[in-house]
């Protein structure tokens, strides 16, 4: 009887779990902002006051890093404006951490980005002009900004990596002064095993 | 399993028998932290 | 009076400590291959190089320290402890080379935050990064995970007394099976299980968000990795933010939730026993612990009203806190939302569950559910006898695969390892006070560190404090081999000066 009670209990519990989790969370309603950006923070002035710029329109510019996703008519950007954006493309010293801001975008303003940076790329270098949300209820409470009008400023570029010759000097000559030990030590071994 | 190399398809299906039971225990806890979240939505 | 090692012990532990650097030089391997494929010819270089290197040191030391002798406790301990101080220098090779790194220490940082699955990090530009050396980087979190002795016992060695001993000086005590090897191939059973759907289960949903399939792929491996070794790696800088996706958010939930349990509760769970869920003394006392910091810092979250409504306070307030509890470091919120957003009390809520941390034998870090299990078992107890009559005979048992007694000795080594724990905190957190951070947020990032999780408030940064730095990577390699294994490398260090 108890155990019956308990089963029901659980099954309860689980179904409202997966009843709260397909919850559809409040679309935000249009807000009918009108364009005017009220400025054009950095992603660190977004992250450090975050609840001064929550629900105004802002300008936002930076290097589209990874892929843009599409999810179905809108699509998920990433726009890094650290030092690296500023950069050439043949230019890969260091300069801190990346720094950046989630863009979510209607597709087709999402689509004219064309390359992402990654290892082998410098992405393009993307302008929007949205609102920003220090905590969007559409978007699970993710800090992001949604954009209403996007361009490329700059577009990307293939980044080259040169093969260093010294390091393949280097890679081969420890490799066989690597093998020459795995030969020595096999043979050692091997020897060891036999006397056992 | 037993010393051997080899996994039996009898294995593989307690091993996911043993996969599901530890993901339900994972959905009974974020239940509750769903719970803790509506009652605390609810009060402020 | 204190005896100097012989000649015979620097011996035995120059050949095990070569058998396990050798192995991190195999599991180079993997990433070579990755960006051979991929056509990263510079990066398989750069692999190519740090994997001579790790066989040079791991055979040459083979082949210097001939010795049949088995291994003894103490030697054990000092391997575990030397062998993950050696592999974490060999190690940071790819990742110096990779020129993302703003000094060699930085590099030697990252590895060992790798190693121990705390997930903190010093790499710069990481949305730059090779794919080489992100599978490096995510693969040795992964190994770290097990236990790198574990994946050297699996494929290097035999199973002999000396093998059992490697495996405990890493920090875990459970045999799974009679013999460690086996236990060894049962922790591996376990966790490429786990990779082979959670990995899969993560790529498809990456492919349905958008990702091409490549990256929803090696994205898939990479986050599985970061999350069932409970480390808190991921491929860009956005951590699991990238995704912008409850689902995706929930699976690595349930992976790191996973990953942070005892690999004898896993075997007991996959042979058949599942009721064992419900009545471990871990899992209880994780359920708790986790419930209870949840609802404070939901609370908290909520008076101040950042996060609108209940799924938006669930989803950050939950998963925040359970990838704080499991010691993981997944974060979707940007780290100085912390300070800037949650404010003291919801820190004070997450620092209180990293300290906490999972369960023993596991991949997870901190004082471990176990301890504070017992420990509160031992103090009901105690409780108890004050209020029973003189005669009556108290027995207070606790639940971990059998029931046990909770006796004087099991009491005094978790508390302990306890004080020792508290006792780290503690000083990390003066230590980053001291650097000039304002208290909570050194006391946040340096429980954060000790206990191998790897949220951040904002103190880590390349420009931080070089003492800092150092004192982090300390923690986290005193933390994740729970002190014995390195207190004795420490004590062996000082015999050889200072011994007779
Ligand atoms: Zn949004």
């Excluded at chain 3, 010795?67 to 406790?73: M, V």
Aim: proline share 3%.
């Amino acid at each position: 009887m108890r155990r019956r009670v308990l089963r029901v209990l659980r099954c309860a519990l689980l179904a409202a779990t997966l009843a709260g989790l397909v919850w559809p969370a409040p679309v935000l309603a249009a807000t009918g902002a009108t364009l005017a950006s009220l400025g054009s923070p950095s992603s660190g002035d977004l992250v450090e006051h975050p609840a001064q710029w929550d629900g105004k329109v802002i300008d936002f510019q930076g290097e589209a890093v990874g892929e843009v996703m599409r999810r179905g008519d809108s699509a998920w950007l990433h726009l890094n404006d650290d030092a690296y954006s500023r950069k050439a493309a043949d230019d890969i010293a260091l300069a801190g951490y990346n720094a950046g801001q989630a863009v979510w975008a209607p597709s087709e303003l999402a689509a004219q980005v064309k390359i992402c940076g990654d290892y082998s790329h410098r992405g393009d270098l993307v302008h929007v002009v949205g609102i920003f949300h220090a905590a969007c209820p559409e978007h699970g409470g993710d800090m992001d900004i949604h954009a209403v009008k996007l361009e490329v400023v700059l577009p990307g570029s293939p980044i080259a990596r040169a093969v260093s010759g010294v390091r393949a000097a280097a890679a081969a000559a420890l490799s066989l002064v690597a093998a020459g030990l795995w030969l020595l030590w096999r043979r050692r071994h091997r020897a060891r095993g036999r006397a056992a | 399993m037993k010393g051997g190399y080899s996994v039996t398809l009898r294995d593989l299906r307690r091993y996911a028998a043993g996969m599901l039971g530890e993901a339900c225990y994972v959905l009974v806890l974020a239940a509750v932290g769903l719970a803790i979240a509506v009652v605390a939505a609810l009060l402020s | 009076m204190i005896i100097q090692p012989r000649r015979d012990d620097h011996l035995v532990i120059g050949k095990y400590t070569g058998k396990v650097i050798v192995g991190v030089g195999l599991l180079m391997a993997v990433p070579l291959a990755l960006s051979l494929v991929l056509g990263e010819w510079s990066v398989a270089l750069d692999f190519v190089i740090s994997s001579a290197a790790c066989f040079i040191c791991g055979f040459g030391l083979q082949l210097l320290c001939r010795t049949e002798r088995d291994l003894g406790w103490g030697h054990a301990l000092v391997v575990a402890a030397g062998s993950w101080l050696i592999a974490t220098l060999l190690g940071a090779l790819p990742h110096s080379l990779s020129g993302h790194e703003g000094s060699y220490l930085d590099a030697v940082f990252d590895v060992m935050s790798g190693y121990t699955t705390t997930g903190l990090y010093l790499i710069q530009d990481l949305d730059h990064v090779s794919n080489g050396l992100n599978m490096w980087r995510h693969l040795l979190t992964y190994a770290g995970g097990q236990g790198i002795i574990v994946v050297a016992l699996t494929f290097l060695f035999r199973g002999s007394p000396g093998a059992y001993r490697l495996y405990v000086g890493e920090g875990k005590d459970e045999r799974l099976l009679p013999n460690v090897v086996q236990t060894a191939r049962a922790i591996w059973i376990v966790s490429l299980g786990y990779l082979a759907v959670g990995g899969l289960v993560l790529a498809a949903m990456g492919w349905a968000l958008g990702q091409t399939p490549l990256r929803a792929f090696l994205h898939g491996v990479w986050v599985f990795m970061g999350a069932w070794s409970t480390g808190g790696f991921a491929p860009q800088s956005y951590n699991t933010m990238w995704f912008h996706s409850l689902a995706y958010e929930l699976v690595t939930v349930a992976i790191f939730v996973a990953g942070s349990f005892n690999f004898a509760l896993h075997w007991a769970v996959w042979s058949g026993n599942r009721k064992e869920l419900r009545r471990n003394l871990e899992t209880v006392s994780f359920a708790v612990t986790l419930s209870l910091t949840v609802l404070v810092a939901t609370v908290a979250l909520s008076r101040l009203g950042i996060y609108p409504d209940a799924v938006n306070l669930f989803r950050k307030a939950f998963y925040q806190l359970a990838s704080g509890h499991t010691t993981t470091g997944f974060s979707t919120i940007y780290s100085r939302a912390f300070v800037v957003q949650w404010g003291p009390l919801a820190m004070l809520a997450t620092t209180v569950a990293m300290a906490i941390g999972a369960s023993a034998c596991s991949t997870a870090g901190g004082i471990k559910g176990m301890r504070v299990g017992v420990i509160t078992a031992g103090f009901v107890a105690d409780i108890r006898r004050m209020i029973s009559p003189e005669s009556a005979l108290i027995r207070q048992r606790v639940h971990h695969l059998r029931d046990i007694l909770v006796d004087s000795p099991l009491l005094r080594s978790a508390l302990t390892v306890t004080v020792a724990y508290l006792t780290l905190y503690g000083l990390v957190a003066i230590v980053g006070a001291a650097c000039g951070y304002d208290f909570l947020q050194a006391a946040f990032e340096g429980v954060s560190a000790a206990s191998n999780t790897g949220l951040s408030c904002g103190v880590t940064a390349p420009a931080m404090p070089v003492v800092l730095k150092v004192v982090y990577t300390l923690a986290m390699w005193l933390g994740r081999l729970e002190f014995m294994s390195v207190l004795a490398l420490a004590g062996y260090a000082y015999a050889m000066v200072r011994g007779r």
